[in-house]
């Protein structure tokens, strides 16, 4: 069955250091995969796409690799500060080719916790 | 600007009662997702519309879960029955189109945290 799996339920760091989040899936091949934050009562909160063919993706503080023969996706947040705290989530698309659904399927996420 | 929107933000329901959730997308996104979230848990897809065609239910859990999007606007998740198992946030997420090979992100409400006494 398909299945995406985020391996820490929680990660606590101290500010100033990368944090790094881990995504692995099995019996997908999707096109593309998102990484979404959210924060207590609020809905998730786009951050970054990356799509099968690229490699590694940044935006300011944040980049994303994808690597989809070992089917996993890294995030990291270099320079992390106390306000990068939330629940850090992966999602992908778990259709085939050309299936009429847009759906995401997301992780249980990763509560991130920056220690001043 | 406006973003997606969602009314009630608490519900709190005596089993057995009907519940409707609404949803307002932002102006002119094309595509509208449904999905409940779990204590812990990732959301979960329930529903996809695009305009005022749903193409997606296979997520809805029971035949006691309905949603429509008549006018290819604001949505609608109606609960019938209630049960405890329905306690959940639901949340609704809009995006501007969607496609294999248009891959736009989703733009998520702030939920309506359900509860069923």
């Known amino acids: 069955s398909q299945k995406i799996e985020q391996n820490s339920e929680a990660l606590n760091i101290q500010e100033g250091k990368t944090a790094t989040l881990t995504c692995n899936y099995t019996n997908y091949s999707p096109a593309y995969l998102q990484w979404y934050r959210q924060d207590p009562g609020r809905g998730p909160v786009f951050l970054l796409l990356?799509?099968?063919?690229?490699k590694e993706k940044r935006k300011e503080r944040l980049k994303v690799t994808f690597d989809t023969t070992l089917k996993q996706s890294l995030f990291h947040i270099t320079a992390s500060q106390p306000a990068d705290s939330a629940t850090y989530l992966c999602?992908?698309?778990?259709?085939?080719?050309?299936?009429?659904?847009?759906?995401?399927?997301f992780g249980k996420g990763t509560k991130l916790s920056v220690i001043p | 600007g406006a973003g997606v929107s969602q009314s009630p933000r608490y519900k709190v329901a005596k089993r057995g009662q009907d519940v409707a959730l609404r949803c307002d997308p932002i102006s002119g996104h094309v595509s509208l997702f449904w999905y409940q979230q779990a204590l812990g848990q990732g959301p979960e897809f329930l529903t996809y519309f695009q305009n005022e065609a749903q193409l997606d239910k296979s997520g809805l859990p029971s035949d006691r879960f309905f949603a429509e999007r008549p006018e290819g606007s604001v949505s609608t998740l109606k609960i019938q029955r209630t049960q405890q198992e329905d306690s959940a946030v639901y949340l609704c997420a809009s995006s501007l189109t969607a496609g294999f090979h248009n891959a736009y992100e989703q733009y998520f409400g702030p939920g309506t945290r359900l509860t069923v006494t």
């Open positions: 990356i799509r099968e063919n690229e």
């Open positions: 999602a992908l698309d778990p259709r085939d080719s050309g299936a009429g659904s847009y759906q995401l399927t």
